[in-house]
C-alpha cells in the first residue's frame, strides 16, 4: 500500500467490534468489518467461575456460537488474559498468587497458560466444538513476549483445536513488537496490536484503568515495525484497546488494516447514535465486581495472617469438568 493511499484512509470505514460478554444485535454487529475481539476472561469474571468449570465452559460456548452466527466476518477469540489477582477471584482457580501489585508483569497470558495448562485446553474444548461449525473462528494468544510461548501456543492449539484454525497472535509487549517478523514466520496467522499494555509499557508508565489509549512515546513507531512484519506475512494486522481518534489516524497511516472498537467505547467514539444500544454498562459493571472481589481477598488475607513470604498457595491441579464434545 503506497503512502498516499494510507493517507487517505479514514478509521471510521475501517472499524471491527470488541466484545467483552456484551450481546449486540444483528444489526449491530452488521456495521463492523467482523468481530476484531472477543476477551474471553470477562465471560469467566462476571460469572466468577474458572475455565475449568462446566458452567463457565457452557455460557462460553453458547456465547460464542451466538457470535459466530451472527457475524458475516472473522470472530476473534483471544483465551483467557487476567493477573494473578484476578485469577485468584475465580471459583476453581488451581493455584493462588500473590505477586506484586504491578498488573503489567507477573504471572498472566500464555506465562500462566504455560503454567496452568489444563485451563487452556478447558477453553480449547469449546473452541474445537465451535470451530467444527463455524468456519469464521480465529483464536489468538495473550500477552506473548516469546516467540517460544506463541510456539507453545501454537503447538497446543494445533493438537487440540483441530484442522484449519486460523491461530494469531496479540502484539502488547515491546519484545513482541521487536520479535513480531518471527512471530510471523512462527505461524501466527492473524496480529491484534493490544496498546493498552504496550503504550503503558513503551512509555514506562503505570496503566490507569478505564483510561483511553493517547498516543505515546514509540508507539507510532512500533505500528510501523508490527506492520511490516505482517505485510511481509501477507496478514492483517488489527489494533485494539481503548482507542483514540488521534490513535486511530496513526494506525490507518501505517496501513492497519483496521481498528478494533470496545462496545463501550462506541458513543464515545461515533456518538449519540450508539448512546442507547443495549449493555453497555456491562463491562463497567463486571470490573467493579472483580475489583471488589481483590479488596474482599486482600481483606481476608490480612485477617489470616497471610505469610508474604510464602508466594502462592495450590488449591488443586487443573481439571477440565467433561464439556461434551462432538455434540450434533
Not at 460456548?61 to 483471544?78: D, H, I, Q
Not at 492483517?236 to 470496545?262: F, I, K, N, S, W
Amino acid at each position: 500500500m503506497s503512502d498516499a493511499s494510507k493517507s487517505k484512509r479514514e478509521w471510521r470505514d475501517h472499524l471491527s467490534l470488541a466484545l467483552s460478554g456484551e450481546r449486540p444485535t444483528a444489526d449491530l454487529v452488521a456495521r463492523f468489518d467482523g468481530i476484531g475481539l472477543v476477551r474471553g476472561e470477562y465471560i469467566f469474571r462476571a460469572l466468577g467461575l474458572y475455565p475449568t468449570s462446566s458452567v463457565a465452559q457452557e455460557q462460553l460456548f453458547a456465547y460464542l456460537n451466538e457470535l459466530c452466527t451472527l457475524s458475516l466476518g472473522p470472530v476473534v477469540y483471544r483465551t483467557m488474559e487476567v493477573t494473578a489477582a484476578e485469577a485468584n477471584t475465580l471459583e476453581g482457580v488451581e493455584e493462588i498468587i500473590h505477586e506484586a501489585p504491578h498488573v503489567l508483569t507477573g504471572v498472566r497470558g500464555v506465562r500462566r497458560h504455560m503454567r496452568h495448562p489444563g485451563s487452556l485446553s478447558a477453553e480449547f474444548q469449546v473452541l474445537r466444538e465451535i470451530h467444527r461449525r463455524h468456519s469464521n473462528l480465529t483464536v489468538i494468544a495473550p500477552f506473548v513476549s516469546t516467540v517460544e510461548e506463541f510456539t507453545w501456543f501454537r503447538d497446543k492449539a494445533s493438537a487440540e483445536l483441530g484442522p484449519g484454525c486460523r491461530v494469531g497472535t496479540m502484539i502488547e509487549t515491546p519484545a513482541a513488537v521487536l520479535d513480531s517478523a518471527s512471530l510471523v514466520a512462527a505461524g501466527a496467522r492473524h496480529i491484534v496490536v493490544g496498546t493498552n499494555d504496550l503504550g503503558s509499557l513503551l512509555a514506562a508508565r503505570t496503566r490507569m484503568p478505564d483510561v483511553s489509549t493517547e498516543l505515546g512515546p514509540g508507539m507510532a513507531r512500533a505500528l510501523s515495525i508490527v506492520r511490516e512484519a505482517s505485510d511481509a506475512g501477507d496478514l492483517e494486522m488489527h489494533v485494539a484497546g481503548y482507542l483514540t481518534p488521534a490513535l486511530m489516524e496513526v494506525a490507518m497511516r501505517v496501513g492497519a488494516d483496521a481498528c478494533v472498537v470496545h462496545y463501550s467505547d462506541l458513543p464515545r467514539l461515533l456518538g449519540d447514535a450508539y448512546a442507547e444500544i443495549p449493555h453497555l454498562g456491562h463491562l463497567a459493571a463486571v470490573k467493579r465486581r472483580t475489583r471488589a472481589a481483590i479488596g474482599e481477598q486482600a481483606r481476608k488475607n490480612l485477617i489470616e495472617g497471610w505469610n508474604e513470604d510464602v508466594r502462592s498457595r495450590r488449591n488443586s491441579d487443573s481439571r477440565v469438568d467433561g464439556f461434551p464434545v462432538d455434540r450434533p
